[in-house]
T-cell receptor
Framework: DAMVIQNPRYQVTQFGKPVTLSCSQT?????MYWYQQKSSQAPKLLFH???????NEADTPDNFQSRRPNTSFCFLDIRSPGLGDAAMYLC??????????????FGPGTRLLVL | GQNIDQPTEMTATEGAIVQINCTYQ??????LFWYQQHAGEAPTFLSY??LDGLEEKGRFSSFLSRSKGYSYLLLKELQMKDSASYLC??????????WGAGTKLIIKP
């Protein structure tokens, strides 16, 4: 089945220790998104890639970086996690960004705990 | 500014019908999405409306009024598994999703 896969599902890291979350997709979608979601809050878009074009949200901290080495994979790097970065991190994909292509499909998420 | 408003929490009875309302303000408009999110899981796509009217999909229907900036999600024949948060999201002129915080729906037997 075509899907969006995130690994790991749960990640524990220490304050200040770099961590990488991964996302892969078998949908062959052009766009990949990373969201941060805290409990009972709306998902917050961090950045997205349209193919290799990187689009950073204006309020995304520099502590968050992303890589998309190929169509299928996208990584979220948190360089120095703080306690406030503990959240669910959601990867999503869409075929495109224009009409008829814009529905986003989500992976299961990675829950990050910072000790 | 851009904003999505929806109730924080609703309670309904198994077998009944519930309507979850959403009002939106976006810079331009390219459609309104509803997602279901069970606790600790990712959102799953339910519906997309870009034209006025009602879209029916099994037990779930979604309605849009662009002139009023208003949508609702209608859930019929409620089942216990429908207990979840329901997220309303509007797409702006840049095709960015503006998300609401979600409505937590509690189903009682």
């Amino acid at each position: 089945d075509a899907m969006v896969i995130q690994n790991p599902r749960y990640q524990v890291t220490q304050f200040g220790k770099p961590v990488t979350l991964s996302c892969s997709q078998t949908l062959n979608h052009n766009v990949m998104y990373w969201y941060q979601q805290k409990s009972s809050q709306a998902p917050k878009l961090l950045f997205h890639y349209y193919d290799k074009d990187f689009n950073n949200e204006a309020d995304t901290p520099d502590n968050f970086q992303s890589r998309r080495p190929n169509t299928s994979f996208c990584f979220l790097d948190i360089r120095s996690p703080g306690l406030g970065d503990a959240a669910m991190y959601l990867c999503a994909t869409s075929r495109g960004v224009l009409a008829g292509q814009e529905t986003q499909y989500f992976g299961p998420g990675t829950r990050l705990l910072v000790l | 500014g851009q904003n999505i408003d929806q109730p924080t929490e609703m309670t309904a009875t198994e077998g009944a019908i519930v309507q979850i309302n959403c009002t939106y303000q976006t810079s331009g408009f390219n459609g309104l999405f509803w997602y279901q999110q069970h606790a600790g899981e990712a959102p799953t796509f339910l519906s997309y409306n870009v034209l006025d009217g009602l879209e029916e999909k099994g037990r779930f229907s979604s309605f849009l009024s662009r002139s009023k900036g208003y949508s609702y999600l209608l859930l019929k024949e409620l089942q216990m598994k429908d207990s979840a948060s329901y997220l309303c999201a509007g797409m702006d002129s840049n095709y960015q999703l503006i998300w609401g915080a979600g409505t937590k729906l509690i189903i009682k037997p």
